[in-house]
């Protein structure tokens, strides 16, 4: 089974630039995360997509991030214009279920793709 | 104060010597994730539990839900089990609907 595929895997852009990244989940998973990780830190969520819907993106600074999901399976997050503190890992995860329909017993394992790593100069 | 805590942050072990991470959560989860990060940035999932304990090959891991607490335990460690081990509560505010609230991370290294 193939897993997440991410692209691409690392972009070197200037302050104030336009950047793009791209994520396929694993194929049938209705759940697609977008993860920040800055430099020794944990990743933190920024939106969170069940289908082509958004659920959470309560933490996606909204000012110059936008992420979509249109036909409920690719994804792509974008950064416009970017600052220096964006420079981060950026993570796609997916997961099979939504998280109303987990069961009892059955937990809704993320997994996650290789990452973007963005450094913006 | 984060939701995740994790300990130590930073471990140097020699080859076969045992390891212990430690995580605390201060907020009602559903399960724990134990994912194992590489240098490329890649996330793989190790365990995902919600009581008692779980061993697959020389990873061990336990959680305690009443304490709060989870552990991952290397035996025999390796040098390609030098990673960084993060902790993350399915649940807390920092996770979303559904997301999970990451611990910083354990940087591991192990010695040969």
């Known amino acids: 089974e193939a897993g997440v595929a991410q692209s691409p895997r690392y972009k070197i852009i200037e302050k104030r630039q336009s950047v793009a990244f791209w994520c396929n989940p694993i194929?049938?998973?209705?759940?697609l995360y977008w993860y920040q990780q800055i430099l020794g830190q944990g990743p933190k969520l920024l939106i969170q997509?069940?289908?082509?819907?958004?659920?959470?993106d309560s933490q996606l600074p909204k000012d110059r991030f936008s992420a979509e999901r249109l036909k409920g399976v690719d994804s792509t997050l974008k950064i416009q214009p970017a600052k220096l503190e964006d420079s981060a890992v950026y993570l796609c995860?997916?997961?099979?279920?939504?998280?109303?329909?987990?069961?009892?017993?059955?937990?809704?394992?993320?997994?996650f793709g290789p990452g973007t790593r963005l450094t913006v100069l | 104060k984060n939701e995740v805590e994790q300990s130590p942050q930073n471990l140097t072990a020699q080859e076969g010597e045992f390891i212990t991470i430690n995580c605390s959560y201060s907020?009602?989860?559903?399960?724990l994730h134990w994912l194992q990060q590489h240098p490329g940035g890649g996330i793989v999932s190790l365990f995902m539990?919600?009581?008692g304990k779980k061993k697959h090959g020389r990873l061990i891991a336990t959680i305690n839900i009443q304490e709060k607490h989870s552990s991952l335990h290397i035996t025999a460690s390796h040098p390609r089990d030098s990673a960084v081990y993060i902790c993350?509560?399915?649940?807390?505010?920092?996770?979303?609907?559904?997301?999970?609230?990451f611990g910083k991370g354990t940087h591991l290294i192990i010695q040969p």
């Open positions: 194929s049938g998973h209705a759940t």
């Open positions: 539990l919600s009581s």
């Open positions: 907020v009602g989860i559903s399960a």
């Open positions: 993350a509560a399915l649940g807390g505010s920092g996770g979303g609907a559904d997301g999970l609230t």
């Open positions: 995860a997916s997961s099979l279920m939504p998280g109303w329909a987990r069961l009892r017993v059955q937990w809704n394992e993320q997994f």
């Open positions: 997509f069940q289908n082509n819907g958004v659920v959470d």
